[in-house]
């Protein structure tokens, strides 16, 4: 058996909230408080933020019902931050780490998250400083390496097929062409989500276009005016970092803000949604309806569209860390597998398990071949498989004709 590490434990969250990002810290609390050799469970507010000005909050003792009601509440619990970390950084994490006798690290949030993790990680070996340190997963755009999937994206996900469903409905009602701008810088998972709540053969949307693939817009109003040809009306998804044959992403044409990485200001901006649908409108005639949604921020934490898988799902990885951390002077990233097959009709099922840091940290995923249609414009069945099962349970809708 390993010998025990005695010393405190310290929890961070970065990066966009999640519906479910709170049941991940629970999930390290929980099981943190369960272990005598954790003396002090520390929470960082906004992540790297605090932990650089030494501003924690305690956990050991929380309370098992404000607990509860924290793990079931969207959005950061502890505040989130959008720093990325450089190697000097880190150094001056790992100093307060040892002046504040912390021998244990659960980082929740993304590939950077990981990355910090690893850079961390790395610092405290060449010390000789013996230092235990989790990546706890997260992101609703499901681009981690590794995992099946990401805690966050169900949810997500959720949100966008029951928006995009009720869209379909109501653009049955009044027929038209309905544009619906979707997260998504560079993988296309969150805005493929927008096909899981169809039913019937000709719900909508009728069109997704993800960033995987080159996006002409000429090529986008032949499209739509082919279906709505067909069906009198369109209903279509966009990412809102779709590029084109250069990969320049559509929006940087007309949006000059850059976040705090340089990035194109994606997202809180209804530009690119309002492009699209000028555009439309001039190729199919001025008198056609046409009306354009960008969802933005409300897809992250919406609290009426909880997946129940991917709480559990995230409540199991913060306790997978805890677990794996008490096993020996070992350190990685938490990940899901999948075990039951896309597709096969059996009851959905997972585990978590560790992955290195290095697996994980800074690079990303995107959609997958087989999950995106020839024409580039849909995805396929072999996306519906994959995703479906990780929304639980949805609504269900019916017709009179």
Do not use: W
């Given at each position: ?14 990066g966009?909230p999640?519906?479910?990002?709170n ?13 005598a ?7 960082a507010?906004?992540g790297?933020q605090?932990?650089f ?12 019902a404000?607990?509860?009601a924290v793990a ?5 619990g502890?505040g989130?931050?959008?720093?990325k970390?450089n ?11 040892k002046?504040n ?5 659960f ?5 950077d998250?990981?990355e910090t993790?690893?850079i ?6 060449e010390a000789g400083?013996?230092?235990?340190i989790f ?5 609703i755009?499901n ?15 959720k949100?966008v ?8 409905l ?15 810088r ?5 805005t493929?989500?927008a096909?899981l ?8 949307p009728h ?19 082919r279906?709505?040809?067909k ?9 809102e970092?779709?590029?084109?044959e250069?990969?320049?992403p559509?929006?940087?044409k ?8 340089g ?12 492009h699209?649908a000028?555009?439309?409108k ?6 056609t309806r ?21 709480a559990?799902e995230?409540?199991?990885v913060?306790?997978k860390a ?8 070992i350190?990685g990233?938490?990940?899901?597998n999948r075990?039951s097959?896309?597709?096969k009709g ?10 290195e840091?290095e697996?994980?940290a800074?690079?990303?995923?995107s959609?997958p071949?087989e ?11 072999a996306y519906i498989d ?6 639980g349970?949805i ?5 009179l004709?």
């Amino acid at each position: 058996m390993a010998e025990k590490l005695i010393g405190n434990a310290i929890i961070g969250q970065s990066g966009g909230p999640t519906c479910v990002i709170n049941q991940s810290l629970v999930g390290v609390v929980e099981e943190a408080q369960k272990h005598a050799e954790i003396k002090n469970i520390l929470g960082a507010r906004h992540g790297v933020q605090g932990m650089f000005k030494e501003d924690f909050i305690q956990l050991k003792s929380a309370d098992p019902a404000e607990l509860e009601a924290v793990a079931i509440t969207p959005s950061a619990g502890l505040g989130s931050v959008r720093h990325k970390v450089n190697a000097d950084d880190c150094g001056r994490l790992f100093e307060i780490f040892k002046k504040n006798e912390i021998r244990y690290m659960f980082y929740i949030g993304g590939n950077d998250s990981a990355e910090t993790a690893h850079i961390v990680n790395g610092l405290a070996r060449e010390a000789g400083y013996e230092f235990r340190i989790f990546h706890v997963p997260k992101t609703i755009d499901n681009d981690l390496r590794e995992t099946d999937h990401c805690p966050g994206y169900g949810s997500a996900a959720k949100f966008v097929a029951l928006a995009l469903m009720g869209d379909n409905l109501d653009n049955r009602s009044i027929p038209g062409i309905k544009i619906d701008i979707v997260m998504g810088r560079h993988a296309g998972f969150l805005t493929a989500a927008a096909a899981l709540g169809r039913k019937y053969e000709d719900d909508g949307p009728h069109l997704v276009y993800l960033p995987e693939r080159p996006f002409s817009l000429e090529q986008f109003a032949t499209d739509v005016e082919r279906v709505y040809k067909k069906l009198g009306r369109c209903v279509v998804a966009v990412s809102e970092g779709i590029a084109d044959e250069n990969h320049e992403p559509i929006a940087k044409k007309f949006i000059n803000e850059v976040d705090s990485h340089g990035n194109v200001q994606l997202s809180g901006s209804g530009a690119l949604g309002d492009h699209l649908a000028a555009f439309v409108k001039k190729s199919l005639g001025e008198k056609t309806r046409v009306r354009a949604d960008t969802f933005g921020y409300l897809q992250r934490c919406f609290p009426g569209c909880v997946s129940e898988v991917d709480a559990a799902e995230a409540r199991e990885v913060g306790r997978k860390a805890v677990d794996y951390a008490m096993k020996g002077n070992i350190d990685g990233s938490v990940i899901i597998n999948r075990l039951s097959e896309p597709g096969k009709g059996e009851h959905y099922m997972s585990e978590a398990s560790l992955t290195e840091l290095e697996n994980v940290a800074k690079y990303t995923k995107s959609m997958p071949d087989e999950f995106i249609n020839a024409e580039g414009n849909n995805v396929t069945q072999a996306y519906i498989d994959y995703a479906l099962p990780l929304l639980g349970k949805i609504p269900q809708i019916g017709r009179l004709y």
